[in-house]
């Protein structure tokens, strides 16, 4: 690409600061269908360009959508409404997880996350030498960051959980949306905990994050904002706290994690139900094409962009170049675990949900996502079944 062979020939250090503008255009340009770029730009220009969510001020978003009252209360989705008992008798208390536990970050007796997870051998051929403690820091920044982003993330959700219950049509999905705003608010208390009271550092929200939140939180469309949120990032969410459920070798946040999953798989699940029929039998081809493509461009965000780039600027920033950084990361053994989990949960649900053709399946042959495309969707998977499946592994 053009832009990166100009950057290629520019001085460190104008380089460093023109490179996430350069990222920023690039990305928004990727879409070939013109409708999700009009949908996507205006979050990508608040999030990449004005970095809104990095300002250290809160952040107003308008909301646009239709809030709908059934004066009637039918009992009209008994899967909804199952999902609605199943949610009520796992409602658990975040105080009551072990929160005596003393936790040390930098501690490689029980780390938060292994030191394998990044390639040390990797950044020592870039030249660039830690020393142990240095290892283990670094890791405890990344183990920071990643927690950082689900506590934002947590907080997108909240806020989704409670539009959606207002759009949704189904009453016995509204029933089971009033479950999930208290399981969100539930996750936020217990992420920010830890990270407040265990790990002493929060990192600010990732722009690429911040990208989706806005634009699904902004979007009128109710099944865009299931599609985005109960989806792609529930999906995401699963993903990541899988990973890190499988690795880390601190006790206290492997239960936290254990705890989340479980309502999170019920998050997933619902999505799946609300949008399958409506995606298959409701929406016109043209409609349908266009949330394909914006699911996949969602989709590349995430594997693409999640790079801890809030951890770069802090430690390499005058040593890598991000694209130096963004190749270190991706390759590095924790990260490559947490892409492979992540799709293997969201593929199969946006397979079920149909927004899979023939059409899209080529680019995601390119991405390198077909692989995942046969695993079990929610709707087959409980959040029992999921945990035993991450022990097993
Ligand atoms: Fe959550
Ligand atoms: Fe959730």
Not at 262 to 272: I, M, N, S, T
Not at 284 to 303: G, N
Request: glycine share 6%; no cysteine; aromatic share 10%.
């Amino acid at each position: 690409m053009l832009s990166d062979k100009v950057l290629d020939t520019l001085p460190h250090e104008i380089r460093r600061r023109v490179e996430p503008y350069v990222e920023a255009v690039q990305l928004m340009t990727q879409t070939n269908n013109a409708k999700v770029l009009r949908a996507m730009a205006p979050s990508g220009i608040r999030g990449l360009i004005l970095q809104r969510g990095k300002q250290g001020v809160p952040t107003t978003m308008p909301s646009n959508h239709r809030v709908y009252f059934d004066w009637t209360y039918p009992n009209d989705q008994p899967e909804m409404r199952e999902l609605y008992q199943r949610a009520k008798e796992g409602q658990w208390n975040g105080d009551d997880l072990p929160w005596h536990i003393d936790v040390d970050p930098e501690n490689p007796e029980k780390p938060i996350i292994p030191r394998h997870f990044m390639d040390y051998d990797a950044l020592r051929a870039r030249g660039i030498k830690l020393t142990d403690l240095e290892e283990r820091r670094l890791n405890a920044s990344v183990a920071s960051w990643m927690l950082s982003q689900f506590l934002h993330g947590e907080q997108g959700a909240l806020f989704a959980a409670a539009q959606v219950t207002e759009a949704v049509q189904f009453f016995d999905g509204k029933l089971y949306g009033s479950t999930q705003v208290v399981d969100e608010g539930r996750h936020v208390e217990v992420f920010h905990r830890y990270l407040d009271s265990k790990m002493n550092k929060l990192y600010q929200i990732n722009d690429n994050l911040f990208v989706i939140i806005d634009a699904l939180i902004q979007d009128s469309r109710w099944d865009v904002k299931f599609l985005g949120m109960q989806i792609m990032v529930e999906g995401l969410a699963l993903g990541a706290f899988g990973t890190l459920y499988q690795m880390t070798g601190e006790p206290m946040l492997k239960q936290l994690l254990k705890m989340v999953i479980q309502d999170e798989a019920r998050h997933v699940h619902y999505g799946v139900i609300a949008l399958r029929d409506h995606i298959r039998q409701e929406l016109s081809d043209a409609e349908r094409r266009e949330r394909e493509d914006w699911a996949f461009e969602v989709a590349l965000l995430m594997r693409n962009r999640f790079l801890s780039f809030e951890v770069y600027e802090e430690w390499f920033e005058h040593k890598l170049t991000r694209k130096e950084w963004a190749q270190f990361v991706t390759d590095s053994p924790g990260f490559a675990l947490f892409r492979q989990v992540m799709f293997n949960r969201l593929v199969p649900n946006l397979r079920e949900i149909g927004l899979m053709s023939d059409r899209i399946k080529p680019h995601y042959e390119r991405a390198g996502l077909m692989k995942y495309y046969g695993g079990a969707s929610a709707t087959q998977l409980s959040g029992e079944q999921l945990l035993a499946d991450l022990d097993a592994a």
